[in-house]
């Protein structure tokens, strides 16, 4: 309707236009009454017209304005926050970041902060790092320590030394455990624990000393309490011998197991695997030089008995009570080589001179039998 009218108008204005562009000097017996008549029209029109114009303006923004403001519409509807995602999303993204990261992330706003000390999130980044030398024993060691740290009269959620500079490296100067919901008996708390080498956990030592040169340990397995240093990447062990601490530095991570088993270091433990090995199978023996010393894990094999010749098809090694125990690290006329124990009675044997043989764990993963096999040394041992 509105550009029908403008339509009009342009039509009335521009035949006025040319009507009294004809009669611009009319002729002295034109009429004065029709000439008011012819012009009075078209200064009305003009007028309505400008006043259009300005209606226009107002109410009709240009196409550039129009366009302007799409543009920032469109602009406002592409922003797009990482708290928009779904959770599924988000947390697959989060997973992907290193704690260093995540803790940075955490200081952003208090959803991230939620998200960032989830304990499913921290407990993803406990297994992708340390799953492999962190097994019960040193969870229950730290939920041990906690329990004794909260009865004490003076306990407080304070940290000092490395484990504060961590936090202060993470969160930020000044960081405080409750700003960050950093609990103590959290899964974070204890990855960071372990990072920063503040809490010394059981685990596993293979070939311990070695480097030292004391190579009468290969192809064994000892208990130790472990620290992590974050400066080199790698482990600072410490083993009890004899009422004392021995050390031992720049330990990597393919020497570093978790615990095997439960049993004490100076404990015997209970096979139950002996009615089941024969020969061919992988085994570990519990050995230790005499009884002021822990036992640790060596690799073994169990081998045919002398008395079937290693014949197949006459064999009863599976059946008998003795069974023979091969170490082939050791030469064949080394004391060591070769060992045979008692299926039915089976206990701690041994003597001063060829040392104590304890409990057996037949070994039936595959891992396990590679990661002795990877640890094989370059020569035969005496």
């Known amino acids: 309707m509105l550009l029908f009218l403008v339509s009009c108008l342009s039509f009335l204005l521009v035949s006025q236009s040319l009507i009294l ?8 017996k034109f009429n004065s009454r029709m000439w008011v008549f012819l012009k009075s029209p078209h200064r009305f029109f ?8 300005i209606l226009n303006r107002f109410f009709f923004p240009s196409i550039k304005k129009i366009q302007t403001i799409n ?40 959803s991230l902060k939620r998200s960032c000390t989830s304990e499913y999130l921290w407990q993803k980044q406990m297994k992708k790092k340390w799953g492999d030398v962190i097994g019960d024993v040193a969870q229950r060691e730290w939920q041990s320590q ?16 490395k484990f504060q500079l961590f936090l202060d490296l993470f969160m930020g100067k ?36 070695v480097q030292n040169g004391h190579v009468g340990f290969m192809l064994s397995c000892y208990d130790a309490q472990l620290c992590y ?26 020497r570093i197991r ?6 004490p270091a100076n404990s015997l433990h209970i096979s139950d695997c002996l009615d089941q090995i024969q020969p061919g199978d992988h085994i570990e023996i519990q050995w230790r030089k005499n009884k002021e010393f822990p036992f640790g894990w060596w690799y073994g094999v169990v081998e045919h008995l002398e008395s079937c010749h290693g014949n197949e098809f006459n064999c009863h090694c599976h059946i008998t009570d003795a069974v023979a125990l091969e170490f082939k690290q050791y030469s064949a006329a ?27 764990r037949k070994l039936c993963n595959k891992q396990e039998i590679a990661k002795w096999k990877d640890l094989w040394p370059n020569c035969t041992l005496e």
Not at 21 to 28: D, M, T, V, Y
Not at 188 to 204: R, V, Y
Not at 233 to 253: K, P
Not at 258 to 263: D, I, M, R
């Open 229 to 254: 240093d974050s400066t080199t990447d790698n482990f600072i062990a410490r083993y009890r011998a004899q009422g004392r601490s021995m050390i031992e530095e720049g330990i990597e991570w393919d």
């Open 71 to 110: 543009n920032t519409t469109k602009e406002e509807e592409e922003e797009f926050s990482l708290l928009d995602l779904p959770d599924l999303p988000l947390d697959a993204i989060l997973e992907k970041l290193s704690p260093f990261e995540l803790c940075s992330m955490a200081r952003v706003c208090s």
């Open 21 to 28: 562009k004809q009669i611009k000097n009319p002729p002295p």
């Open 46 to 53: 003009i007028l309505l017209a400008r006043k259009i114009k």
């Open 334 to 360: 080394s004391r060591w080589r070769r060992t045979v124990i008692s299926r039915k009675d089976h206990t701690v044997i041994g003597n001063e001179i060829d040392g104590f043989y304890g409990g057996i």
């Open 258 to 263: 978790a615990p095997s088993v439960n049993t």
């Open 146 to 161: 906690l329990m004794t740290a909260s009865k004490r009269p003076h306990f407080s959620t304070k940290r000092s030394g």
């Open 174 to 209: 000044k960081s405080d455990s409750k700003k960050y919901l950093l609990q103590e008996n959290s899964v974070m708390s204890f990855h960071l624990a372990l990072e920063t080498g503040k809490f010394w956990f059981p685990a596993q030592v293979f070939n311990r000393q």
